[in-house]
């Protein structure tokens, strides 16, 4: 009887302890489980080091192809490359990228996050291209402050009447002042935009002479309307400045792309003086003696023009004659501004002489963003 008893009391006991093992064994196991899981997916998990390791591999994949993009731009451009163009390429590969005219000139305070299918990552602008854009900024090559060394300099701009009839302009930076850089044009090869242009035959559609000038235009005449005061001029010199300044005649030379906020149909004599006189390479000055509400004087002596100077901006480098759009002063005739190509000098006549025009497009500086062409 005893001795069963015994056996009954041991098999007790030997199943207590296997259920204590067992409760130890999953204890174990559990833990074992949550280490294993931490190592793979916490913070510093093998699976999110793997996962951010993929993500630096792309991320770096992106950059060297953004890197790419650039040189190449840059191998074909004289090693410049725009704000447009470098927006353009960023915009391919990364998100939050800046409008052209909103991209800081130091680009290491700009960050960007990358496309991928992990999500947002960030990168410094720098990490791809630390250099000097060209532009304004920009426009959208591009020249970042307009100076008077650049006038001359020719510029990738097209015109509507290029794009609409395959035409092929050459256009020149002018001049510049605090709102606008001005861009001047000619044929390809050299000789001036429209052929020669009499202006009486255009006069009868601006009976109202001086007030058909667009009220924004005409602190390009300022001192001429400083004198008009409210009451307009209405002789036929005022008629064609009407003309070369209405903008329904001239809007083809403007842009698609609308940057050009105005053209006309050629420089004021204000604007052609301030261009000559602040050009680097200009040795004498013109100068306005005169304004009456007939029009303008300038000086006689010296008024010669370089044939050379600044790529042929002021006389064209040939012989041929354009149009300026502003009034000469003269008690005995009325009479046009314009430029002789040769000899090179200012001069007037009157509006039934035939001349030539290089019409002139205003763009503002927020929207100047356009490469400087190579001469060939």
Not at 177 to 188: G, H, T
Not at 337 to 356: A, K, R
Not at 367 to 375: G, R, S
Request: glycine content about 8%.
């Amino acid at each position: 009887m005893k001795e069963n008893e015994n056996k009954k009391l041991l098999k007790r006991k030997e199943r207590g302890i296997t259920l204590i093992a067992l409760v130890i064994t999953i204890i174990v196991l559990l833990i074992l489980a949550a280490v294993s899981i931490a190592m793979l997916t916490g913070q510093n998990g093998i699976l999110t080091q793997a996962q951010n390791a993929k993500k630096d591999t792309e991320t770096a994949s992106l950059i060297e192809q953004a890197k790419t993009d650039v040189l190449g731009i840059q191998a074909g451009n004289g090693g410049k490359i725009s704000k447009d163009e470098f927006v353009n390429v960023l915009k391919k590969y990364f998100d939050g990228v800046p409008e052209a005219e909103d991209l800081p000139d130091d680009l290491t305070t700009l960050t960007l996050t990358t496309k991928t299918e992990y999500g947002s990552y960030p990168i410094k602008i720098s990490d791809i291209y630390n250099g000097t854009l060209e532009g304004t900024t920009t426009t959208g090559g591009e020249v970042t402050e307009v100076s008077a060394a650049n006038y001359g300099d020719k510029v990738n701009y097209v015109s509507k009447k290029e794009e609409t009839e395959g035409t092929n302009l050459t256009w020149r930076i002018f001049y510049d002042d605090e709102n606008y850089v001005y861009l001047i044009s000619s044929k390809e090869d050299g000789s001036n935009t429209v052929d020669a242009c009499t202006l009486e035959d255009y006069i009868s559609n601006y009976e109202v002479g001086s007030d058909a000038v667009p009220q924004e235009l005409r602190f390009l005449n300022s001192q001429w309307y400083g004198v008009l005061g409210s009451t307009p001029s209405t002789n036929d010199n005022a008629k064609a400045v009407a003309y070369l300044m209405d903008q329904s005649v001239w809007d083809e030379y403007k842009d698609n792309t609308g940057h050009a906020s105005y053209a006309i149909g050629g420089p004021t004599l204000e604007l052609f003086m301030n261009s000559y006189n602040n050009s680097e390479d200009t040795t004498n000055e013109i100068k306005i003696t005169n304004c009456t509400s007939t029009g303008y004087s300038e000086n006689t002596a010296p008024n010669w023009l370089s044939v050379d100077y600044n790529n042929g901006i002021y006389n064209n480098g040939s012989s041929s004659s354009w149009w300026l759009a502003s009034p000469y002063n003269d008690r005995y005739a009325v009479g046009v501004f314009y430029v002789n190509g040769y000899p090179g000098i200012l001069n007037y006549t009157t509006v039934s002489v035939p001349i030539e025009l290089r019409p002139i497009v205003l763009i503002p500086k927020s929207e100047f963003q356009y490469q400087i062409v190579p001469e060939t």
